[in-house]
């Protein structure tokens, strides 16, 4: 007995189950509701809501048990009520025309009238309402119309208009002794209730704000809880003994629900006007009624409703007894089948493999729990039987129904099965692997296994060969996933990548870009009208492959989601839709991400499975999951108009990593910055109307609005920004609505430094100028007092040479040759120098003192090698070698050359301090002085020359190193020694006197080699 009653008991429940699962099958296309929930966590001060209200200027006003909250960008700030107010707290508010808000507390915290107190919120401060009224006005009930008008009914009778605007009190109708419960008051209409007790009331009424009496009702042991007005018609809700009813007044359409005793109050009917809809709500149940109080749509919830206020957008803001609810409603688009609402129970779900329609009524669904075969009129499903000989459920993968009309199914055995009489034919079994995919082949069938490859099934032999030799190495150990026929060939899908079967038998790969994951899942036409190009699902992307030029692009545009594993994708009258593992993907033709679809929408789940897709001839999508299947019809999703803002606060100013200044504000989008602020860092937030969605943020800088890249954290900072304007993009994409996401554009200007502006170089060319004036008046008067010298020097050598009288044939031809012509060029030079200083031709004094300098440096090595020449071959002159210091004689060399020095910013170090050594004097002056005047014309600026003195077996060796500029280059006919030492060369050879130079990178090296005697 006890066993007959418990199957009784579970066929019972089992039969409720089923009903509300073709509830839910049949009310998900209808409305779809997603919800977030409010509690301590995020600020709120109780989890006892009582009542929510939303002002004139938009601001949501939240009551609680101890406290008011506003609540504004997912946040709240609570307001601690006064300590006369008890801890039910408040429980009705309304706005005057001034924008103070009127609190009241009810004696039953859940009704909003029989009203203990009221205080009036102004200026962040609690007033008592007996400072504005009259104290012979005792509230009752209260509410503002659309005016902000307030109309206030008294325990004793009146009904009386008060504008806060003008402090003006009105009586608007004594009606009689008994309290007055007001229920309605808009567009000049008033409805309200007599109380004959706190369970019953006499009659309910509509008056004009005259006080005419439009419409009058008896109640007859019933209590008046609300009014709604739709149009023109009011609905009100009215508590009776044994049921709840809602009533079109002055009609006889009314909808009813039997009374629950335990929450007879938490009762009331509310307008949604984004669907226009009425929305009946008892306790923790709401009903969705049309205007003839026929249900739509029901909805149950794990909590009790207290009260409910709805937006324009589509929320319903709820209060209840576990915090602050805001619902999303939506109009259900996306439909579903084999869906299991509880997501307790997961052993319920229907995990889905390979989808066929069979016809305009019957759909084929692979699951793990059997094969399904679902009727597309009423949505039920029947199982076809299993393979398996101990009839346990098992999950086939492939369908395919060919041209004779017979339907073949996949998995570990390839079968047939007949719908009518439910019987499978086994053809084919192996046991080692299962069967991905199917196509028709030949006369028989093409197949796709596990990590096999690809084999052919001949229908008359029966038998399957594996294409040995014939298919490549990799596709023989690849997962074959899905197979397309087009015209002679057939292309394969695989772990592997791609492949095309040609009419030849022969297979062959279709290689993709370099980095591409190779895993294809599916083959579809990119446009069916030009059939040209085939669409691939990988592993990474949405692959296009050209079928004339064998080009390979990506489809997605957006390089963020380019890389997105993708499971399927159709073409359709609405652009492309794409299944994946994170939901299910719709993009315009070009490759644009328009919205990702997920639970929030309406899917049964997120995660699609592979082989789990199908469309239908009519273009009708269907996809499935983790839990059951999801039915798209893609002419039904138009974009929906962009609702809400970005708003861009707390803008905070760098230079480097120092804060300058924080701007809590934008005007017109627009920042300008001083020039040495160059970051900046804000806090972006979205203000919309979807309050359960995540919200994206994407960023790019430039142009063209185009390479979005996400940020995460609240504060977004802009690092080196450069001079001038700089346009910042900020998206953000709610409820991954790409195709509605909004954008905007910040202006940022850092200023241009002062090397920007034109004035600036215009001041730096006059300075440069003047500079330039200041140099030539310098050189002209060091050219000239050089030039004096050298005169004085050249009179001196030439007295000199005409003493040597038995060289003078040799000597004239040198001094007609190279030392006459220059000799003429200073003559008079004095005379020249003043006439074009008096004339102030700067230019050609330039140009003379540059030509005086390079002849006077030219004649001077000249004069002195020559001078040495003719000693050194006199035969009375003879080279003397005695012990010299011989640092001590290159210091007095380099203090000679001091002023080029110190014009240069030389720096010369002499190694080591002191080296004594037999040499001769006057040759080993000349060569020393020559050596260092080359090194100070070929060293670089601002570097160091160095000297080193060493001696080796009766060997004196100098060695000098200085810097030059990577573009010197001695000149060839010298090597680098210039006239000076080219000339010394005879002289020193005769002497066993070695020098040479060398350049080596950026070193210019002279080594000086003196035998001692």
């Known amino acids: 007995m006890y066993n ?198 006499d009659n309910i009424q509509l008056i004009n704000y005259a006080g005419k009496v439009l419409f009058q009702e008896k109640l007859l042991n019933k209590f008046g809880v609300s009014v709604v007005s739709v149009a023109e018609e009011l609905y009100a809700v009215f508590d009776s003994r044994t049921h709840i009813e809602v009533t079109k007044l002055g009609t006889n359409v009314n909808f009813s629900l039997p009374k629950n005793h335990s929450y007879t109050y938490l009762t009331g009917l509310v307008y949604e006007p984004k669907f226009k809809t009425l929305i009946f709500y008892s306790n923790d149940k709401i009903s969705f009624l049309n205007p003839n109080l026929e249900t739509l749509y029901t909805h149950d919830f794990p909590f009790s409703i207290h009260h409910i206020v709805p937006d324009s957008h589509g929320n319903l803001f709820m209060s209840t007894d576990k915090g602050f609810v805001i619902l999303r409603i939506q109009k259900g688009v996306i439909n579903t089948l084999l869906y299991n609402p509880n997501p307790e129970d997961n052993q319920g779900n229907y995990s889905c493999r390979e989808i066929y329609k069979l016809d305009k009524n019957t759909l084929i669904v692979n699951t793990n729990q059997c094969r399904q075969v679902i009727d597309l009129r009423t949505g039920k499903s029947e199982k076809l039987p299993t393979l398996n000989a101990n009839l346990q459920s098992d999950f086939i993968l492939s369908i395919l129904h060919d041209k004779q009309g017979t339907l073949w199914f996949g998995e570990q055995q390839l079968v047939t099965t007949d719908l009518t009489t439910k019987v499978n034919r086994s053809y084919f079994a192996n046991y080692g692997t299962r069967i991905w995919s199917m196509t028709e082949y030949k006369q028989g069938l093409l197949l796709g296994f596990e990590k096999k490859g690809i084999g052919y099934f001949d229908k008359s032999r029966g ?37 095309v079967l040609d009419s030849n038998g022969e297979i062959r790969n279709i290689p993709y870009p370099v980095g591409q994951k190779k895993a294809t899942y599916d083959i579809n036409l990119f446009d069916k009208k030009q059939a040209n190009t085939l669409s691939l699902s990988t592993e990474e992307g949405i692959v296009l492959w050209d079928i004339s030029t064998s080009r390979v692009r990506q489809f997605i545009q957006d390089r963020y989601f380019a890389k997105i594993k993708f499971l399927s994708c159709y073409e359709t009258q609405n652009g492309y839709w794409a299944s994946s593992e994170q939901g299910i993907w719709h993009f315009d033709k070009n490759g644009n991400l328009l919205k990702i679809y997920t639970e929030l929408d309406g899917l049964t789940n997120n995660e699609c499975n592979t082989l789990a897709h199908f469309q239908d001839s009519e273009g009708t999508l269907y996809f499935g999951g983790l839990n059951g299947v999801n039915v798209i019809k893609p002419e039904a999703f138009a974009n929906q108009p962009k609702e809400g803002t970005i708003v861009i606060r707390n803008i905070r100013v760098f230079n480097k990593q120092e804060l300058i200044n924080t701007i809590p504000a934008l005007e017109r989008n627009r920042l300008a910055l001083s020039t040495g602020e160059n970051a900046i860092e804000f806090e972006a937030e979205f203000e919309d109307y979807m309050y359960d969605c995540e919200k994206q943020f994407y960023y790019t800088i430039g142009q063209e609005e185009k390479n979005w890249a996400p940020f995460v954290a609240k504060n977004f900072r802009i690092d ?212 260092i005047f080359n090194a100070i014309e070929y060293a670089k600026r601002d570097t160091t020359v160095q000297i080193k003195i060493s001696r080796n077996t009766q060997l004196v060796e100098v060695t000098c190193y200085n810097l030059v500029e990577p573009y010197t280059q001695p000149r060839a006919e010298s090597r680098g020694l210039k006239i000076g030492l080219s000339v010394l060369k005879t002289i020193l050879e005769k002497q066993s006197i070695e020098l040479f130079n060398d350049k080596v990178d950026d070193i210019y090296l002279t080594r000086l080699i003196i035998p001692e005697k």
Request: include cysteine; charge should be positive.
């Open 463 to 499: 038998g399957v060969s594996y294409f040995e030799g014939k298919q490549p190495q990799e596709l023989a150990s690849a997962t074959v996933y899905d197979f397309f026929p087009l015209k002679d060939n057939i292309f394969i899908a695989s772990s592997s990548g791609l492949y």
């Open 720 to 931: 080196n920004l450069p001079f001038g304007e700089s346009l910042v993009h900020i998206k953000v994409v709610a409820c991954n609505n790409f195709a509605n996401s909004n954008t905007i554009t910040l202006k940022v200007f850092r200023a241009y430094p002062l090397y920007y502006r034109w004035y600036f170089w215009v001041m730096v060319m006059a300075v440069l100028g003047l500079l330039i004036w200041a140099g030539f008046q310098l050189y002209a008067y060091s050219y000239r007092m050089r030039n004096l010298k050298l005169k004085a020097l050249v009179d001196r050598q030439t007295v000199s040479l005409h003493e040597n009288l038995k060289f003078r044939d040799e000597l004239l031809k040198l001094l007609v040759h190279d030392v006459r012509h220059p000799i003429i060029s200073f003559n008079n030079l004095t005379d020249k120098l003043n006439l074009l200083i008096q004339k102030k031709e700067y230019e050609r004094l330039s140009l003379l003192g540059t030509e005086s300098k390079s002849r006077s440096e030219n004649l001077l090595w000249l004069i002195d090698n020559l001078i040495l020449w003719i000693q050194s071959t006199n035969r009375n002159e003879t080279v003397v070698y005695q012990n010299h210091d011989l640092m001590g004689l290159i210091h007095k060399i380099i203090r000679s050359y001091q002023n080029d020095i110190s014009v240069r910013n030389l720096t010369f170090v002499v190694e080591p301090e002191a080296f004594i050594a037999k040499i001769d004097e006057k040759l080993f002056v000349i060569t020393m002085r020559n050596i």
């Open 4 to 201: 007959k009653r418990l199957r009784l008991i579970k066929y019972r429940f089992i039969t409720i189950l089923f009903c509300v699962l073709i509830a839910h099958l049949q009310s998900r296309g209808q409305y779809y509701l997603s919800s977030k929930q409010y509690g301590f966590s995020s600020g709120l001060g109780h989890r006892h809501v009582n009542a929510s209200f939303i002002d004139s200027k938009g601001k949501k006003v939240i009551l609680t048990a101890n406290s008011m909250a506003f609540f504004e960008g997912n946040s709240f700030t609570s307001i601690s009520y006064p300590e006369a107010f008890s801890s039910k707290g408040f429980n009705t508010i309304c706005e005057d025309n001034t924008g103070n808000y009127w609190v009241s507390e009810a004696f039953e915290w859940f009704y909003s009238f029989n009203i203990r107190q009221t205080y009036i919120y102004s200026h962040q401060h609690f007033i008592p309402s007996k400072n504005k009224l009259p104290n012979s006005i005792q509230i009752e009930s209260i509410l503002s119309d659309e005016n902000r008008l307030l109309l206030i009914g008294t325990k004793t009778g009146e009904i009386y208009s008060y504008s806060a605007h003008d402090n003006k009190i009105s009586l608007r109708k004594k009606v009689g002794k008994l309290p007055i419960k007001l229920l309605y008051a808009k567009q000049n209409k008033i409805v309200f209730c007599e109380e004959k007790g706190t369970l019953e009331d």
